[in-house]
């Protein structure tokens, strides 16, 4: 397990901050508009949330093989209603320009779900 877990984060590290690194510098040097989170946040979350997910395939992969794509699903699942609990304050306080701090976040959303489906289907074709 912690071999796989290594594997993935030798290559999910250097992403994450290759992303980071990008999306800070447009956000804060090219387009400088007034999110409601930082960066820095929005990362975060992401970082978090997609570590948990893989760490939580790994398991049900270990111990369950013929169920990590429904365990994906439902991961994928709860994380999605983690972000909706994370957006909800932004909604509520009535942030004049949500639409920028939505587009902020989903970009990287989507795209650490398709990093996710990737290591996810290469659990899931381990036999």
Do not use: H, R, W
């Not at 071999?3 to 030798?10: D, S």
């Not at 979350?45 to 013929?66: G, H, K, P, W």
């Not at 320009?97 to 990093?115: K, R, T």
Request: hydrophobic residues 60%; glycine residues 4%; positive net charge.
């Amino acid at each position: 397990m912690q071999q796989k877990i290594l594997v993935f984060l030798k290559v999910f590290i250097p992403f994450f901050i290759i992303c980071l690194l990008i999306q800070f510098a447009l956000v804060n040097y090219l387009f400088q508009p007034e999110l409601y989170y930082s960066t820095f946040a929005i990362y975060a979350f992401q970082f978090i949330a997609t570590l948990i997910v893989y760490i939580l395939l790994v398991l049900v992969q270990q111990n369950f093989s013929d169920k990590t794509g429904f365990a994906f699903m439902g991961c994928g699942l709860f994380k999605m209603l983690a972000a909706v609990l994370f957006l909800l304050p932004m909604m509520l306080n009535g942030t004049l320009n949500p639409f920028q701090s939505l587009i902020a976040f989903f970009i990287p959303y989507f795209i650490f779900l398709v990093f996710e489906t990737i290591y996810a289907v290469k659990l899931i074709n381990l036999k």
